[in-house]
């Protein structure tokens, strides 16, 4: 019997595995893909994280790197599986 993963559950096993080797580009695809929004902060490669879908999520972000595109920091691809973990449920019916 195979399983079948989810589109948030493959996207945070993924992260999880390369979380020492994501570019700000791919994290931000990603996160897109799922109907996040990915917006620019005031300082360098700063990102603002918002889903006009989940009621209750009042947004989180994370940081890409001052470059055009940086790896992101390990804490942050934590952070952002975190995230992506509590909302899951409500994201795989989106």
Not at 61 to 72: A, E, K, Q, W
């Amino acid at each position: 019997m195979v399983s079948q993963m989810g589109k948030v559950q493959t996207i945070i096993s993924d992260w999880r595995q390369r979380k020492t080797n994501l570019r700000c580009n791919e994290v931000k695809a990603g996160l897109e893909h799922l109907g996040f929004t990915v917006r620019d902060g005031r300082r360098g490669g700063h990102k603002i994280v918002s889903h006009p879908q989940l009621k209750d999520f009042f947004g989180t972000d994370f940081n890409g790197g001052s470059g055009p595109n940086d790896l992101v920091k390990p804490r942050y691809i934590e952070k952002l599986t975190r995230v992506l973990s509590d909302w899951m449920e409500e994201l795989e019916q989106i």
